[in-house]
């Protein structure tokens, strides 16, 4: 069993900032890619940022430069720090994680979403 727990949303006015954390637990060998997705109102889920586990990272064209993904390996959790959010950030904001479990399998699921909402 593996899961993903995501903390740190809220309500917040545009030009402000929060951050998003994500934990993985359970039968975990080795956690490779994490990610973050969005999902507004009446629109698909897509993708925000990526991390790979050497760090690589990559971020949707509409985020780049405004926010910055990371994470910490010893405790199996990725971070988003999102800086001068815009009223078009607002979504729910969901975790992804490609994990290699004690059981010997490949694991991919999703966190149960954290809300973000940017409004004055």
């Known amino acids: 069993q593996v899961q993903l727990v995501e903390s740190g949303g809220g309500l917040v006015q545009p030009g402000g900032s929060l951050r998003l954390s994500c934990a993985a637990s359970g039968s975990i060998f080795t956690v490779n890619a994490m990610g973050w997705y969005r999902q507004a109102p009446g629109q698909q889920r897509e993708l925000v940022a990526t991390?790979?586990?050497?760090?690589?990272?990559a971020y949707s064209g509409s985020v780049e430069g405004r926010f910055t993904i990371s994470r910490d390996n010893a405790k199996n959790t990725v971070y988003l720090q999102m800086n001068a959010l815009k009223p078009e950030d607002t979504a729910v904001y969901y975790c992804?994680?490609?994990?290699?479990?004690?059981?010997?399998?490949?694991?991919?699921?999703w966190g149960q979403g954290t809300q973000v909402t940017v409004s004055s």
């Open positions: 992804n994680a490609q994990i290699f479990t004690t059981l010997g399998e490949q694991w991919s699921g």
């Open positions: 991390i790979r586990r050497n760090t690589i990272t």
